[in-house]
Structures are given as C-alpha cells and as structure tokens.
C-alpha cells in the first residue's frame, strides 16, 4: 500500500471540469499584435482574467470548451 499514489490519468481524464458561471465567464483574450489567443475564464465581480490554457489551432480550442461543457455562444474573445 502507498500512500503517496498518483491518481491514473485515465480517471482524470474521464471527469469533466466545471466552473461556476454565475462567478466567470469563458473568455478567448487575442493579442492584435501577435495573434496569440488563450483561453480562460474571466471573474465578473473582479474582472480578473485566469488563463487555461493556450489556443493554437482550432481543436485546442475545441477541446477546451469540450473539457468545460462550454457551448459556442457561450464564449466571447476579447482583444
């Protein structure tokens, strides 16, 4: 018995994250200079942005939202 285990991969894969969306909003912030985008969600009572993850290509970000259970018009991208 070990009690300093990592958890498998598989079982933290299989379960969806959530977040609280009457606390943040999932945001895309875009640099008009630099085209990078990440994605993330945005507090709305502080305004503080908590990056998650960096969008390279269309499946990242489809993935992210997949991850989340995030619809299309649920998220908007800011520059």
């Excluded at 895309?28 to 630099?34: A, D, G, K, V």
């Amino acid at each position: 018995m070990s009690f300093f285990r990592k958890k498998s991969a598989q079982k933290q894969s299989a379960q969806s994250k959530t977040f609280d969306r009457a606390q943040v909003k999932p945001i895309i912030r875009s640099s008009i200079c630099t085209g990078e985008k990440v994605a993330g969600f945005k507090d709305l009572r502080t305004g503080v942005f908590q990056e998650v993850l960096c969008v390279r290509t269309e499946a990242d970000l489809q993935g992210f939202m997949k991850e989340y259970g995030i619809l299309p018009d649920e998220i908007t991208t800011e520059w």
